[in-house]
């Protein structure tokens, strides 16, 4: 079975700061990664995902993720958060099961 | 385009007592999943959909929780009876159900057992 560990339940950090969110993952077969941010008062919403190729994937709003196969991780990062960043964020698995397997997510709490 | 819509948004009942999900995916997906997420937690698949089958159900309390997806549309969740450790978001979420797809997610329906 597949698990994700998110190990940071919170990460506070000032604006214009850098941050990273860890995740690593287990799984005996190959597996798709997501990042998904859920907004204060909205819904779940995808960020970025790794599907296969370059392992370096980013998203529109500056936030990158890179697949490391060997640590089995899709840590995600950005070079300099805004306030609009707070959100909590979400790690999660396919392993070709078409499902999602999440973390327990990071709240990232930016500060001005 | 719209998104995947779920009512209610908020539910209060008692334990024991019975309660109802519904949601309505995005138009033409196929795929449509229940999660469940507890206050501090990640969501849990509860049951997955393809069309009007069932794909995966085997995370789905059976002995009190139901799900059906009659017409391979919209679906309703049940709880019937209820307990306290049911307390949480009900996460609806739609796709074609292809690989490595994204999942699009409706608001919620956060519903607290007493």
């Known amino acids: 079975a597949q698990s994700v560990t998110q190990l940071d339940s919170q990460v506070p950090v000032f604006e214009e700061a850098p941050v990273e969110l860890r995740c690593n993952y287990s799984?005996?077969?190959?597996?798709?990664l997501f990042w998904y941010v859920q907004y204060p008062n909205q819904g779940l919403q995808l960020l970025l995902k790794y599907l296969s190729g370059s392992t370096l994937v980013e998203s529109i709003n500056g936030f990158e993720a890179e697949f490391n196969k060997s640590q089995t991780s899709f840590h995600l990062r950005k070079p300099s958060v805004h306030i609009s960043d707070t959100a909590e964020y979400f790690c999660a698995v396919d392993t070709g099961r078409r499902a999602l397997t999440f973390g327990s997510g990071t709240r990232l709490q930016v500060q001005p | 385009e719209a998104g995947v819509a779920q009512s209610p948004r908020y539910k209060i009942i008692e334990k024991r007592q019975s309660v109802a999900f519904w949601c309505n995916p995005i138009s033409g997906h196929a795929t449509l999943y229940w999660y469940q997420q507890i206050l501090g937690q990640g969501p849990k698949l509860l049951i997955q959909f393809q069309n009007n089958g069932v794909v995966d159900d085997s995370q789905l309390p059976k002995d009190r929780f139901s799900a059906e997806r009659l017409k391979g549309v919209d679906s309703t969740l049940k709880i019937q009876p209820a307990k306290l450790e049911d307390s949480a978001v009900y996460l609806c979420?739609?796709?074609?159900?292809?690989?490595?797809?994204?999942?699009?997610f409706g608001p919620g329906t956060r519903l607290l057992v007493l």
């Open positions: 799984s005996s077969v190959s597996v798709y």
């Open positions: 979420a739609s796709s074609f159900g292809q690989l490595g797809e994204t999942q699009y």
